[in-house]
């Protein structure tokens, strides 16, 4: 019986690492933010977080990031990041004025993703890199902030394992939360 429990406790445990897929499509995954917390890592279902990827050096007003992430793709602990409630749901921010870098490590490789982020005050810009799980740059993307909270979208360029949203240039920073992202082709 003891075995029996432990087995029952180990599947349980692979699958809430997995984040949760949509009841509506089996290929999407949603990063289970919840709670409130902080650390220099956050593990949740779906996808970890952390300031950058080892490899990756902080720069220009704590908000940017430099160099290439090292293989294979790992977060790197450094400032503390914060989880808080935002209505229903938890947001993520960095603890740089919500300005410093965000690193996103999926648990599966996907092909598009999508996240709320505001609080934007445009005219403003974000900065995005994809990378493969062997730390190489899939895809850079500056995006316009816009105003409010507003949905962020990525994708047709490829497979990529994580991100970094850095070198935030809005005046009072942004927070972020309900990530999702579409599992890529086996």
């Keep these: 019986m003891r075995n029996l429990i432990g087995i029952i406790i180990a599947v349980s445990f692979i699958f809430a690492s997995a984040g949760s897929v949509r009841a509506d499509d089996d290929n999407v995954v949603l ?56 209505g229903t749901e938890s947001a993520i921010r960095s603890s740089m004025n919500y300005k410093g870098p965000l690193s996103v490590l999926l648990d599966n490789d996907a092909k598009s993703i999508y996240w709320v982020a505001g609080h934007g005050d445009p005219p403003s810009t974000i900065t995005v890199d994809f990378y493969a799980n062997d730390g190489s740059l899939v895809h850079s993307e500056i995006k316009n902030i816009l105003p409010d909270y507003f949905k962020y979208t990525f994708s047709g360029f490829g497979t990529f394992r994580g991100f970094t949203i850095h070198s935030n240039t809005d005046s009072a920073g942004m927070q972020y939360y309900h990530f999702e992202y579409e599992l890529a082709s086996e």
């Design 31 to 86: 990063i289970e933010l919840e709670g409130e917390k902080k650390g220099t890592v956050i593990v949740s279902p779906g996808g970890s977080f952390a300031q950058s990827f080892k490899g990756h050096a902080i720069s220009e007003g704590l908000t940017a990031v430099t160099g290439q992430p090292a293989d294979p793709l790992t977060l790197a602990p450094q400032d503390e990041l914060f989880l808080s409630s935002l």
